[in-house]
C-alpha cells in the first residue's frame, strides 16, 4: 500500500491524483444528521419487511446508505462518509476503478496499524484514524478533518502527525477552526485545494522535505501570513496561493521550476517578489490584481509572457525583462497605471493586443533599438519609441 518513489514523480500530471475531492468524516454528528440516520434505518427496515411479506427474498435499498452507525471497539460513533478515491496505486486504466468508501474511523492510534488487504483496492473496506483534534489520517496521509459548525469558537493549532507524506485532496478545506498549521518534515505533497478556504489560518509551517504544492492548495486563505517556501520545491499549481491578502513579500526558491496560472492572483498587499532562476514562463495571470507590487525582475530563463501575467498592478513602476524572452502575450500589462516605460529586449518576436491595456491613461514609452518587430508594433499602436532610457531621460 505504499506509495512507490517513482510515483511520487508523476504527482503534477492530471493521471496521478493523492486522496481526492472533499475527503473527510464527520463525528458526533448533529441532531439533524442523526435524525437523517435514524428515518433511513427505518426506511430500510420496513423494505426489508414488506420484502420478507411477500416472500420476495433478500432486500436491497435503492441508494448507498450514507448514514450508519459503525462499531469501533467499546465504542459507537456516529458518522458521516462521503466517497473517496484512493488514486496513488494507480497504475493502469481507469480511475474509476479504484472507487472505495472508509467505512471505520479509530479515534487515537498509530496510521502503520492500518490494515488492508494486499493488491489494488476494489470497493474495500478501509480503516482511518483520528487525532484528538479530529484530523484523519488514512495510512500516511491526512485524508480529512472532522467538522464543526462555523459558530462555534474552539479553534486549533494543528500539528500533522510525523510519518505523513502528504495532505490529500481537499483534506483540511472550508476549515474555520484551525488558526495555524504545522507540517512534519515527511511531507513531500500538499494535494489540490488541501487548505483551501480555511478563513481563520494565518500561519503555516512547511516541511522542509515539500517537494509539491497543487493547484488551489491554500487558495482563500485571506489571514495567511507571508509564507517560507522551503528549499528543494519543485511544484507550485494553479491558483496555489489565490486571494492569500494579507502575503507582503514573497521568496521562491531557485528549486522550483513551474508555477501554474493564476497562482498570486489578487494578493492585493503583495509588494515585493522574487522569482526562482529556473521558471521558463510568468504563467496566465500570475500575478494579476497584485496591487501593491512596484517592481519585478522576471529570471533569464523566461522566454514566454503569458496573457494577463501583470494585468492591473496598479503601482508596478519598474519591470526588468530578460535578454532571451521571445513572446509578450495580450494584456500583460494591462492597466498598470504607474508603468511609463517598458525596456523591451531585442529578442521578442511577439506581443500580444492590449500590451498596456485598452485605456489609455497615461502615454507609455518602449525602449527598443535594433528590434524591427517591436518598432513596427509600436508604430502601429501608437505607442512612443525610444532607443535607450538616456534618449527619456534628455528629452
Known amino acids: 500500500m505504499e506509495m512507490q518513489e517513482n510515483e511520487m514523480q508523476k504527482i503534477p500530471s492530471d493521471i496521478m491524483q493523492m486522496i481526492t475531492y472533499e475527503a473527510f468524516c464527520r463525528f458526533k454528528a448533529s441532531g439533524k444528521v442523526k435524525r437523517a440516520m435514524a428515518q433511513f434505518d427505518e426506511e430500510i427496515q420496513r423494505g426489508r419487511e414488506v420484502w420478507r411479506k411477500h416472500g420476495l427474498g433478500t432486500y436491497y435499498p435503492d441508494r448507498m446508505p450514507y448514514f450508519q452507525k459503525h462499531d469501533t471497539g467499546e465504542k459507537v460513533v456516529d458518522s458521516y462518509y462521503p466517497r473517496i478515491k484512493d488514486l496513488d496505486k494507480i497504475s493502469f486504466i481507469s480511475r474509476e476503478y479504484v472507487n472505495t468508501t472508509v467505512y471505520h474511523v479509530i479515534p487515537g492510534g498509530n496510521p502503520d496499524d492500518l490494515k488492508c488487504g494486499g ?69 513531500t505533497v500538499i494535494g489540490t485545494g488541501a487548505i483551501e478556504r480555511s478563513r481563520l489560518l494565518t500561519k503555516v509551517t512547511l516541511s522542509k522535505n515539500l517537494k509539491y504544492i497543487k493547484d488551489a492548495a491554500f487558495r482563500f486563505c485571506w489571514e495567511l501570513q507571508n509564507i517560507d517556501l522551503p528549499e528543494g520545491l519543485l511544484y507550485i499549481g494553479a491558483d496555489a496561493f489565490r486571494k492569500c491578502e494579507s502575503f507582503t513579500e514573497l521568496k521562491i526558491p531557485d528549486s522550483v521550476t513551474y508555477i501554474g496560472s493564476k497562482a498570486f492572483y489578487k494578493c492585493v498587499n503583495l509588494k515585493s517578489v522574487m522569482l526562482p532562476a529556473h521558471i521558463t514562463k510568468i504563467s496566465l495571470g500570475m500575478f494579476r490584481h497584485c496591487h501593491q507590487l512596484t517592481e519585478i525582475v522576471i529570471p533569464d530563463d523566461v522566454t514566454v509572457i503569458e496573457k494577463d501575467a501583470f494585468a492591473n498592478c496598479y503601482h508596478l513602476e519598474k519591470v526588468t525583462l530578460p535578454s532571451g524572452l521571445k513572446r509578450i502575450e495580450d494584456g500583460a500589462f494591462a492597466d498598470c497605471i504607474k508603468l511609463w516605460v517598458l525596456e523591451i529586449p531585442d529578442s521578442v518576436e511577439y506581443i500580444g493586443e492590449n500590451l498596456f491595456g485598452r485605456k489609455k491613461r497615461n502615454k507609455k514609452t518602449i525602449v527598443s533599438k535594433d528590434n524591427q518587430y517591436v518598432r513596427a508594433y509600436a508604430a502601429e499602436h501608437r505607442i512612443k519609441i525610444i532607443d535607450s532610457l538616456n534618449e527619456k531621460d534628455d528629452s
Open 119 to 187: 493488491g489494488y483496492v476494489y470497493r474495500k473496506e478501509l480503516d482511518a484514524l483520528a487525532d484528538q483534534y479530529g484530523v484523519v489520517y488514512l495510512f500516511n496521509k491526512c485524508v480529512g478533518r472532522a467538522r464543526k459548525p462555523h459558530w462555534e469558537k474552539d479553534c486549533y493549532d494543528i500539528v500533522i502527525r510525523k510519518g505523513t507524506d502528504a495532505i490529500a485532496d481537499s483534506a483540511l478545506a472550508d476549515n474555520y477552526l484551525i488558526v495555524s498549521l504545522t507540517l512534519p518534515d515527511s511531507v
